[in-house]
Structure formats: structure tokens, C-alpha cells
């Protein structure tokens, strides 16, 4: 696995972030990424700390750590953690360069827990809607990035306090389920197949028919299925510019081998699809 998770705690130093009546954000943006960060080591996945202390780091600085600490790759997951404006509950922003997966993942892990997710979404930079409104979405390079805003301390400080330890373990969980670390369910809705459900878990068709007995590709509505954990680290997730050729050429393979194991009908390829290698 040649993921790394970025996991960069907002404010620090004399930049305080939001204030509530006991807590500040600096202070709990840092204690829910020590969490994740110390939860992911248990699991072996390699992590990097953009802020371990109350410093001081502009944005452009955590963008320039970023760049000389981490692959410019979608391997690299950047995690922000922050408490903003909600006015109660969870928010959650992704990369228009990202598809959802992620920010679904964590959203029904932290609803899991009992808080309140108001929803996870894209936001556009009024000037140029092309790019993210965020810096530390638009300014890290093909780096797969997402901001979770875990409240608003004028509403949920108490909430905070008492459950930003279970707020960085479902966090957590959902980073496991994204890498294919643990087993987790889907139900199948209207529209899915195989093919599709393997391509949002990053796993393969024949992994999901062997975890769940199946002897055919025949789903039903409100089936349960068992995604087990990813086995093959051989899978390569689309990314904005690529095509079939440059993936083939990078893996030095063809393109019509990666078309016939990956059962293509067509060259087109979508971001965020999975693209099992040989």
C-alpha cells in the first residue's frame, strides 16, 4: 500500500481559530489529529503531521510542507481537520477534482456515533468556479484532499469536548474502509451492479462474488453485500487527465490487457474509477 495520510490540524500559535466558552480550536483540531494520527499507525498506514504542536503555519507554509514531505499522487490523502461556522453539526468538503467516496464514508461513520451531518459537498471559488474555494483543496496538486469541520462552538462545544476521541476513531474507521483496510456492507440500490460497487471499494468483482457466495451477477434491491478488505494492492484510481494509454505505459502493460481484465467495452475512463493492473 503506498498510501500516506496527510492530517493537518487547522489554526496554532497566536492564530486561535474559533473560540467557545471553555475551548479553542487550535487546542481540539490538534487533539482529534493526534487521535487519527495515532489510530492509523495501530494499522500500519504511513501518516504525516502537518502541525504536532501550538505553532504557527500559514496556509502557503502547510502547502509547501505538504509538497516536500508527500507524493504529488492521489495516494496521498490529505486530512483537515477543523471546527467552523456550521451552526450545528457536521460539514464535510471534497475536491471537485474527487469523487464523494471519502466524505460519504466519514459522514456515515460520524453519524454512526449520534452527531448530526448536515451534509458533504464541493464549493466553488466565486472568481473562477473552475477551482475549489479552499486553499488547502485547490493548492496541493493531484493530492486527494477534504476538509471535516466537526461543528461550530457556539452549538456543539460540549459535544466536542466529550467525543473527539470517538470523532477521530470513526474518522478513522472510514479512512480504513476508503483504503480497503477493514470488511465493511453495502446495500445494493436501484441501478448498481458488480462492476460498479467493486469500482467504488477499489476491489474486484470476483473478490465480492467469493465473499458473498455468489454464482452469478444477479442483484436485488436491498441486498446486503460483504466488501471484504482489499487483497489486491495492484488497483489504480483514475485521476483527472489520465487515459489507457499513459496508465498502461506507466505499469508497462497494453491497453487492451488492461481493457480485458478490467472487462472494458470502451477507452473512456471516469475519475475516481479503479483500474486493476496485471
Avoid at 496554532?12 to 483540531?29: F, R
Avoid at 495515532?38 to 502547502?63: A, F, G, P
Avoid at 448536515?118 to 477551482?131: G, T
Avoid at 462492476?195 to 441486498?223: D, H, M, P, R, Y
Amino acid at each position: 500500500m503506498n498510501n500516506i495520510i496527510v492530517i493537518n490540524a487547522e489554526h496554532g500559535g497566536s492564530d486561535n481559530g474559533n473560540s467557545g466558552k471553555e475551548i479553542k480550536e487550535k487546542d481540539y483540531t490538534l487533539k482529534i489529529s493526534n487521535c487519527i494520527n495515532e489510530n492509523l499507525k495501530k494499522e500500519n498506514v504511513k501518516t504525516y503531521m502537518v502541525r504536532t504542536s501550538d505553532e504557527d503555519i500559514s496556509i502557503d507554509e502547510r502547502v509547501n510542507l505538504i509538497d516536500e514531505e508527500t507524493p504529488n499522487t492521489k495516494e496521498t490523502i490529505v486530512i483537515t481537520n477543523s471546527i467552523g461556522k456550521t451552526y450545528g453539526g457536521v460539514e464535510i468538503i471534497y475536491s471537485l477534482d474527487d469523487s464523494s467516496k471519502l466524505a460519504s464514508l466519514i459522514a456515515n461513520e460520524l453519524s454512526n456515533i449520534g452527531l448530526k451531518v448536515n451534509k458533504y459537498y464541493q464549493r466553488r471559488l466565486p472568481s473562477n468556479p473552475a477551482l475549489d474555494y479552499h486553499e488547502i483543496l485547490r493548492d496541493v496538486g493531484n493530492r486527494e484532499s477534504i476538509i471535516i469541520e466537526y461543528g461550530d462552538l457556539a452549538y456543539d462545544e460540549e459535544s466536542i469536548i466529550n467525543n473527539y476521541e470517538r470523532m477521530a476513531q470513526a474518522v478513522t474507521n472510514a479512512i480504513n474502509k476508503y483504503l480497503g483496510l477493514i470488511d465493511t456492507y453495502y446495500t445494493v440500490k436501484k441501478g448498481d451492479n458488480l462492476f460498479s460497487i467493486a469500482n467504488a471499494f477499489n476491489t474486484t468483482v470476483e473478490q465480492i462474488k467469493t465473499a458473498n457466495n455468489l454464482s452469478n451477477n444477479f442483484l436485488s434491491i436491498g441486498q446486503e453485500l460483504l466488501i471484504p478488505k482489499s487483497s489486491n494492492d495492484n488497483i489504480y484510481i483514475v485521476k483527472k487527465g489520465d487515459n489507457l494509454y499513459q496508465i498502461a505505459k506507466k505499469y508497462n502493460t497494453t491497453v487492451s490487457n488492461l481493457m480485458k481484465i478490467n472487462n472494458l467495452d470502451t477507452t473512456l475512463l471516469s475519475i475516481g474509477q479503479n483500474i486493476k493492473i496485471s
